[in-house]
């Protein structure tokens, strides 16, 4: 006993492990979204049945009591805001798994039909995961990190369109100068138009080329855009905005710089 009093000793005097970090609502929604998500997406991988009709939303609790004790015991039914997670069948891909953010209400009518679309990057937005990854993740307050990459994917959408209208027609529509996405009817209604501080995302095409941008979160374009003599000619060095106040540009589909004066 006495030969092992100075280890007893010394390890009573080590300095107690740190506590595990606390997560805030949207970092706890995401983890518990992943793990539930893992665990009955692996109990439908071996054959399980989640009890769910076609279009049938319930919430995880309701679901669990047709499960495994063993993938009971894993489940996390609630969000981080404490709301309940909710769950419901999507064709090939299996099922979603949803939070309705940190207001408890949801953006849409899941239990009518699955015609989810993102839509402002607030804690109040819906959380939704399906096929082993988020199509939205939960967010904190203020995360303009979120909202950047948020106007990049839609930005990329519009672009997508005009391509798609380029090869349909064998050239960009002509919008004669910088024009609201929206007004720009050969588009259709289906590509984003707001961005996510509110305010409309713009194109300028000239026919051969176009570019399309959001004036970030200051709410406001940076520069003369249609004082360059096509959306092409006053390009800088590539890349994407460096803070989100600055615009977010692309140009023929690609993240792009505007060396421009300055409004």
Do not use: C
């Not at 709301?83 to 009518?112: C, E, M, Q, W």
């Not at 910088?178 to 026919?207: C, H, K, M, N």
């Not at 970030?216 to 060095?237: C, E, F, I, N, Q």
């Amino acid at each position: 006993m006495s030969a092992h009093l100075p280890i007893l000793v010394a390890a009573l005097m080590l300095p107690a492990p740190p506590a595990p970090p606390v997560l805030d609502a949207a970092s706890r929604t995401a983890l518990n979204m992943r793990v539930t998500g893992g665990a009955l997406q692996t109990f439908l991988e071996m054959g399980g049945d989640l009890g769910l009709g076609e279009k049938e939303l319930k919430t995880v609790e309701a679901v669990s009591e047709a499960l495994d004790p063993e993938v009971r015991d894993i489940l996390q039914t609630k969000d981080g805001w404490g709301n309940p997670l909710h769950v419901r069948t999507n064709g090939k891909l299996g099922f979603v798994l949803i939070s309705y953010g940190a207001d408890g209400l949801a953006d849409f009518k899941y239990d009518l039909a699955f015609a989810w679309r993102r839509t402002a990057p607030t804690p109040n937005r819906d959380a939704v995961w399906t096929g082993g990854m988020f199509l939205a993740k939960p967010v904190r307050p203020g995360d303009t990190g979120e909202q950047v990459r948020q106007a990049s994917e839609e930005l990329q959408a519009i672009s997508g369109a005009m391509r798609a209208y380029l090869g349909r027609e064998g050239g960009y529509p002509n919008t004669t100068g910088l024009r609201a996405v929206e007004t720009v009817a050969e588009l259709g209604r289906s590509v984003p138009s707001i961005d996510p501080w509110g305010q409309p995302y713009f194109i300028w095409s000239d026919g051969r080329d176009f570019l399309v941008v959001s004036g970030g979160s200051d709410a406001r374009l940076d520069r003369a855009y249609v004082d360059a003599k096509s959306p092409t000619s006053a390009l800088g060095r590539p890349g994407p905005a460096a803070s989100a106040e600055e615009d977010i540009l692309f140009v023929d589909g690609a993240p792009a710089k505007w060396v421009g004066e300055k409004l």
